[in-house]
């Protein structure tokens, strides 16, 4: 095994040059992580609000609200799995 991937492989070290995270791309990955932590429980509160304490006004809408709060949840999730992460945070 060369000194090169001794380096890359290893946990001790942090990735350096094109290895490591720009500023950038960590914002982006925390904020992809922060809204899943938020997105999940809030559309989950949706989904419930939706379905128990519904005005009769609102019951028109519960399939589109519902929808749309499923399509969310699932978007997040999605975007969670398929985050390009180059390196631990």
């Known amino acids: 095994m060369t000194d090169e991937l001794r380096q890359y492989y290893s946990l001790e070290t942090a ?3 094109s290895d490591a995270l ?3 791309e960590e914002l982006n990955i ?3 992580r922060l ?3 938020l997105g999940i429980p809030l559309n989950a509160l949706l989904v419930w609000l939706i379905l128990r304490h519904s005005s ?3 019951r028109v809408y519960r399939k589109v609200l519902l929808q749309a709060a ?3 949840s699932l978007f ?3 975007t969670l ?3 390009n992460v180059s390196g631990p945070l």
Request: charged content about 10%; overall charge negative; proline content about 8%.
């Open 15 to 17: 990735p350096t040059g």
């Open 70 to 72: 499923i399509n969310d």
């Open 30 to 32: 925390l904020n992809g």
């Open 22 to 24: 720009s500023p950038l």
């Open 35 to 37: 809204c899943f932590v």
């Open 56 to 58: 009769a006004e609102l």
């Open 81 to 83: 799995m398929v985050q």
């Open 76 to 78: 997040l999730l999605a």
